[in-house]
């Protein structure tokens, strides 16, 4: 007897049987080519022998050879699933393999904590309503000193000692890496035509160095710009007090040094109280046991820069101020040396 010459039902309960015995992948394609291939599965013979049926019965062994084809496939999909379920359970007792942990996390950076300081002290301007500008960092000697009261042989452009581009015009170097954010005073108020003016201009600083725990010879400033009618000193210290305490909460404290810086008149430098000796180690690398850590120089703005920039000085006033950001992140963390930030360290970085 032939295949073809077995009835369908019968055929169906055989292939049922042996599909109940395959018990992995290569039984289950054993299974499948015997029954369903399509050369010679024994389904697609049974499928080919409704032509040698007797024609009064064609139509019904078809049917029945057709339905048996679509519940065997059905019970081999079945079959499939149910054998990878339980290759994965097996995986999941074998000690090899628990599937059931959690998976590898993600390394998912995060900003650099200069650049969070940062930020935060923007932030915290633009909530007085201080606005946000931009200048170049490459600038022009003219800007960086000249229009900040420095001309050539003026002794306060030692306080900057300068990396200068080498390029020379008519045979002078005149371009530069800033050595502060200053500069932008003069370049706001010549696009400004009128006061008010309420800025901050954020950005980084380069100067010659010799680095030390609280010197780097890349830095990050805010300079700080307001010019108004009747602008005062008061005015500023307001601005810096609730700048400290929105940065530090109430109980840090600030200490305001006279101080000189050739664009303002008169000038200040504020400073913090140093967190890691609290004033009282004269050791101490950070304060230099001075007990106090300077963040920013600020002053009332020259009355000459006011008049270049063509307002009128008798009206109007103004004030402004340099802050290091390096410095309040310093503060901030506790950390004693400045120089970690740009060392790269991911060990140091990843803390914050
Ligand atoms: N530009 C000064 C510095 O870099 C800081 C400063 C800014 C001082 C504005 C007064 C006013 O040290």
């Known amino acids: 007897m032939t295949a073809s010459a077995a009835s369908p039902d019968a055929l169906r309960e055989e292939a049922l ?6 018990t992995d992948e290569p039984a289950l394609e054993r299974w499948r080519a015997g029954w369903l291939g399509r050369q ?14 007797p024609p009064e019965q064609r139509a019904a062994f078809g049917q029945a050879a057709n339905a048996v084809k679509q519940t065997l496939e059905a019970a081999l999909a079945e079959r499939q699933e149910s054998l990878k379920q339980a290759a994965l359970k097996a995986l999941s007792t074998t ?37 946000v500008a931009e200048g170049p960092e490459v600038e022009w000697s003219a800007y960086n000193f000249d229009a900040m009261r420095s001309p050539e042989d003026h002794p306060a452009r ?14 002078e170097r ?22 008010p003016v309420r800025v901050i201009v954020p950005g980084k ?21 307001a010019v108004d009618e009747g602008v005062r000193m008061s005015d500023l210290k307001g601005v810096l007090y609730e700048f400290a305490r929105k940065m530090f909460g109430q109980d840090r404290k600030v200490i305001f040094h006279h101080s000189y810086f050739p664009f303002v008149e008169p000038g200040v430098e504020m400073a913090m109280d140093c967190f890691i000796c609290r004033g009282s180690g004269a050791e101490c690398r950070t304060c ?7 963040i920013l120089g600020a002053g009332m703005v020259h009355p000459e820069i006011i008049e270049n920039a063509g307002y009128d000085s008798s009206k ?37």
């Not at 998976?103 to 007085?128: N, S, W, Y």
């Not at 230099?288 to 300077?294: A, M, N, S």
């Open 17 to 22: 049987a042996a599909l109940s015995e395959a």
């Open 40 to 53: 010679d599965g024994r389904v697609t013979l049974l499928l080919r022998a409704v032509r040698e049926q």
């Open 95 to 131: 000690a090899a393999l628990d599937v059931t942990l959690p998976g590898r996390p993600q390394a998912i950076g995060r900003l650099h904590p200069v650049t969070q300081t940062l930020r935060d002290c923007i932030k915290a301007f633009q909530e007085m309503g201080f606005r």
């Open 158 to 171: 030692d306080m900057w000692d300068t990396i200068w581009v080498d390029t020379l015009l008519n045979g």
């Open 174 to 195: 005149k371009m530069l890496l800033r050595t502060h954010t200053s500069p932008n005073q003069a370049r706001v108020m010549e696009r400004t035509p009128e006061p």
């Open 205 to 225: 600083c380069y100067r010659q160095e010799a680095t030390d725990a609280t010197h780097e010879w890349m830095l990050t400033q805010i300079e700080g710009l």
């Open 288 to 294: 230099h046991g001075t007990g106090w850590i300077e």
């Open 316 to 352: 109007v006033t103004g004030f402004a101020f340099g802050l290091g950001v390096e410095r309040v992140a310093l503060l901030r963390w506790g950390i004693e040396d400045i120089r970690h930030f740009y060392a790269n360290d991911l060990r140091f970085l990843g803390q914050f």
